[in-house]
């Protein structure tokens, strides 16, 4: 399942850990704005692959229950 996802490699692959991306997300407030632009944010702002980008949104959701 994604949200078992194996943290290292994302941090490897962006650079940040799972609790700074979840700080991000949190402060963007993916709940309120959604996934599709959650995603975009992530790409456009800190410049993250497209595909790692919905890793790590997906990845929140689950985490926050936003997603069964």
């Known amino acids: ?4 996802f ?3 490699k994302s941090k490897k692959a962006t ?4 609790k700074v ?3 991000i997300l949190d402060k963007f407030d993916v ?7 959650a995603t975009k ?4 702002k800190y410049r993250v692959n497209g595909w790692w980008a919905q890793v790590i949104v997906i990845r929140y959701e689950y ?3 936003l997603k069964k």
Do not use: A, F, P, V
């Not at 650079?15 to 799972?18: A, E, H």
């Not at 709940?31 to 632009?37: A, M, Q, V, W, Y």
């Open 63 to 65: 985490k926050k229950g």
């Open 15 to 18: 650079g940040k850990s799972s």
């Open 21 to 23: 991306w979840t700080k």
């Open 1 to 4: 399942r994604i949200y078992q």
């Open 31 to 37: 709940k309120k704005n959604g996934h599709t632009l």
């Open 41 to 44: 944010y992530l790409r456009e």
């Open 6 to 8: 194996k943290w290292r």
